[in-house]
């Protein structure tokens, strides 16, 4: 029996870190500067990720030198799909955030800040 119950135990602690997190996926970034992201959100060692994989404007998809780039970084989960203590590029300004997200279902709320001033968006998970 106790053979048993090790067997399971190391069966489960393995197959933990199969398990996907709930925010990875392709996620659609609100409009900024006129121009919109695909941002592909996966695990990266035990934080969380984002990719710009698609770019657009009002016409479509769009050729953009910022396909491929690092956008969300060092994202911590935490408890009730909040993550937290990681940093976010906005490319229209070149500029890097503290950064937040907040995960409820099919929409994830992302917030980067500079002392007091932040920015936040709502983003919609790509089907």
Same mark, same amino acid.
């Given at each position: 029996?106790?053979?048993?119950?090790?067997?399971?135990?190391?069966?489960?602690?393995?197959?933990?870190?199969?398990?996907?997190?709930?925010?990875?996926?392709?996620?659609?970034?609100?409009?900024?500067?006129?121009?919109?992201?695909?941002?592909?959100?996966?695990?990266?060692?035990?934080?969380?990720?984002?990719?710009? =994989?698609?770019?657009?404007?009002?016409? @479509?998809? /769009?050729?953009?030198?910022?396909? &491929? !780039?690092?956008?969300?970084?060092? +994202?911590?989960?935490? =408890?009730?799909?909040?993550?937290?203590? @990681?940093? /976010?590029?906005?490319?229209?300004? &070149? !500029?890097?955030?503290?950064?937040? +997200?907040?995960?409820?279902?099919?929409?994830?709320?992302?917030? @980067?800040?500079?002392?007091?001033?932040?920015?936040?968006?709502?983003?919609?998970?790509?089907?």
């Amino acid at each position: 029996m106790k053979r048993m119950l090790m067997a399971l135990a190391l069966s489960v602690g393995m197959a933990a870190p199969a398990f996907a997190d709930a925010v990875e996926g392709v996620w659609k970034t609100q409009v900024d500067d006129g121009n919109y992201a695909h941002v592909t959100m996966s695990k990266c060692g035990s934080a969380i990720c984002g990719v710009i =994989s698609k770019a657009f404007n009002a016409d @479509g998809p /769009i050729k953009s030198d910022n396909i &491929g !780039k690092r956008l969300v970084w060092d +994202m911590q989960p935490n =408890s009730g799909g909040k993550y937290s203590g @990681g940093k /976010i590029w906005q490319p229209s300004t &070149g !500029k890097v955030f503290k950064s937040k +997200m907040t995960l409820s279902g099919n929409s994830l709320k992302v917030e @980067g800040c500079v002392a007091v001033f932040c920015k936040k968006q709502t983003w919609s998970r790509v089907k």
